[in-house]
């Protein structure tokens, strides 16, 4: 009786905005977590540790708890739109319901930049790994392989993802599990001047000065939690799930973060002897662990980019296709649902053709490809602050004055500070995505007379 009365229910809320239930609600809140830990990787620290280090002058542990913190403001706008619109096309629905359709559409579009590359990148970052490891087998065949492999993942169905996930999620966590292991051994030992402190945390440079570039950079590293939202319809413990999974998923991987990066930076106090900061984490892995846990660090960060994170992302970029081709924003074809395993198995097939043209022509390229990432999320997120405030405030007038204007407001300082952080290429090429938009929407509108303000509620 309490299935039949929560499909009912969940039924009844699409129905509320005028569409009818096609994909298959299978996943439970625990699903929702582990897709959103993994899309936001949790040993991402891996890759860009010396990086972000450096940038926040040796609090890399710093950097992450105040990305973290930061974050939260973002997660929470999209806790309180998912539950009072529970619908596949996240940022995009809620900007279209919540302020204005025609913003909507520019929300949508924006977000789709980078959730069109940021698949692309992770294939030939997990490609150029592997090269290095066998330089017989190009990048791009290595990206070829990983695109092919999740595409039939994804279009066989979200259960079958799921469970996916959850096995590259353990597999991350026992890698990590083992990095902490010798590095608390190493730390015990004094290895390399190794030792017990907060310096990751605080040391003689502390200062917002000192350590917000890194939190600019480190950031980045959450961006994906949002994913977690464009499976509204594929949820079955209720509207506000999304958001209950959206901050435990965010605080989990930022506690997780935080750690790693505490052992690294004790582990190897002196930061300024890193002769790369690309391969920072792994001269730390080898002074702690030898080469096994070197070679399995690198192993483990190819895999959860190439297939976890890739994975997670090609999903979410197909539900937005999916929403937007059903209100006609896209084409038609975007929102066939496969008969037998109920997933948007075009919109899905084209994220993979798109990422296979992408890394085509940038195969040589990724430092330019890492450079366009990012502009699109943070400007979805600048927007989805605005929209918490008009839908509560002046659309519904049902508000609380510190979760629906303090908190959105805070949220949208934050990410206007990180968005002017962007390398400039990244702001560039953005804007100029963004026009392309704006020549389509007027050809929806004016020339092919497309109703463009059925989102409106």
């Not at 096309?89 to 977000?111: D, E, H, M, N």
């Not at 595409?151 to 096995?167: S, V």
């Not at 560039?428 to 007027?442: F, K, R």
């Not at 004016?446 to 509620?457: A, E, G, I, P, R």
Request: with cysteine.
């Amino acid at each position: 009786m309490k299935k039949e009365c929560q499909e009912n229910f969940q039924r009844t809320d699409l129905e509320e905005f005028g569409y009818k239930q096609e994909l298959s609600r299978v996943l439970k809140t625990k699903d929702l977590v582990i897709y959103g830990l993994i899309i936001m990787v949790p040993i991402a620290p891996f890759g860009i540790y010396g990086i972000v280090n450096d940038a926040a002058s040796g609090m890399a542990a710093l950097a992450y708890l105040i990305g973290m913190l930061a974050m939260l403001f973002t997660a929470f706008s999209y806790a309180k739109m998912s539950e009072a619109i529970p619908i596949a096309g996240s940022v995009y629905c809620y900007v279209s319901k919540g302020l204005s359709p025609t913003v909507g559409f520019f929300a949508g579009w924006a977000i789709l930049l980078d959730y069109a590359f940021i698949p692309a990148l992770l294939y030939l970052l997990s490609g150029a790994a592997l090269h290095d490891m066998m330089p017989s087998i190009p990048i791009f065949l290595w990206a070829f392989i990983f695109i092919i492999c999740n595409t039939l993942i994804n279009i066989r169905g979200i259960e079958m993802a799921a469970r996916f996930n959850k096995i590259l999620l353990v597999l991350q966590l026992i890698i990590l599990t083992y990095f902490i292991i010798c590095g608390g051994i190493g730390i015990a030992h004094g290895i390399n001047g190794a030792e017990f402190s907060v310096k990751p945390l605080f040391n003689s440079k502390f200062g917002l000065s000192a350590v917000m570039p890194g939190v600019a950079i480190c950031v980045l590293s959450y961006l994906g939690f949002d994913g977690i939202s464009t499976l509204a319809e594929e949820n079955q413990d209720g509207a506000k799930t999304i958001g209950r999974a959206t901050i435990i998923a965010l605080m989990v991987s930022g506690i997780i973060f935080v750690i790693q990066c505490w052992v690294a930076g004790m582990a190897y106090p002196d930061w300024h002897a890193f002769k790369d900061p690309n391969t920072s984490f792994y001269v730390i892995a080898f002074s702690v662990g030898g080469k096994a846990l070197k070679l399995t660090c690198e192993i483990g960060i190819t895999i959860a980019l190439g297939f976890a994170c890739a994975l997670s992302f090609q999903t979410a970029v197909s539900r937005v296709l999916f929403s937007m081709a059903r209100d006609e924003l896209m084409p038609k074809v975007f929102s066939k649902v496969h008969p037998k395993f109920k997933t948007p198995y075009v919109a899905t097939i084209f994220v993979a053709v798109i990422a296979v043209v992408v890394c085509s022509v940038f195969s040589e390229m990724i430092d330019i490809l890492s450079c366009l990432v990012n502009f699109g999320a943070l400007t979805s997120f600048a927007i989805l602050h605005v929209t918490v405030v008009n839908y509560f405030v002046f659309r519904t007038k049902k508000y609380n004055f510190f979760q629906h204007i303090v908190l959105p407001s805070v949220g949208f300082i934050i990410i206007v500070y990180v968005w002017m952080h962007l390398a400039n290429i990244s702001k560039i090429i953005g804007l100029m995505w963004l026009t392309i938009g704006a020549v389509y929407y007027l050809v929806l509108t004016f020339v092919l007379k497309k109703d463009t303000s059925k989102m409106q509620v």
